[in-house]
């Protein structure tokens, strides 16, 4: 069993990552909280709880809109790359407002 590899499915549980013998977190908000999880990732030992409370904060954001689109407009926002507003079914685009309260409330 020593072989099992574990992956919580939010990176809201990375803090934990020690106590629970986690080997990493693959998740669709990941690639927007990356620099936050490898931070918590980094000091695994000793997480920083302010920076887990960010990404929780962060994930949540994401999720209270239609979680995989929003994460596909973040990534696509953040890359320049106009071709990430184009969706396939069963996803439909963001409307803008809810682009308009992933933008206000991850900036600050």
């Known amino acids: 069993m020593s072989r099992l590899k574990v992956f919580p499915s939010s990176e809201a549980d990375l803090a934990q990552v020690n106590e629970s013998g986690f080997s990493g977190c693959p998740s669709a908000t990941a ?7 490898a931070q918590v990732w980094k000091n695994r030992s000793k997480p920083d709880i302010k920076v887990a409370d960010e990404i929780l904060r ?5 999720a209270s809109q239609a979680l ?3 994460a596909i407009y973040l990534v696509g926002k953040r890359s320049g ?4 507003n184009q969706v396939v079914l069963p996803f439909q685009p963001l409307e803008s407002s809810s682009k308009e309260i992933l933008d206000t409330d991850l900036a600050g």
Request: charged content about 5%; proline content about 5%; hydrophobic content about 35%.
């Open 31 to 37: 690639n927007i909280t990356s620099q936050l999880c």
């Open 58 to 62: 962060q994930r949540q954001l994401i």
């Open 68 to 70: 995989v689109p929003a």
């Open 81 to 84: 790359n106009n071709g990430w």
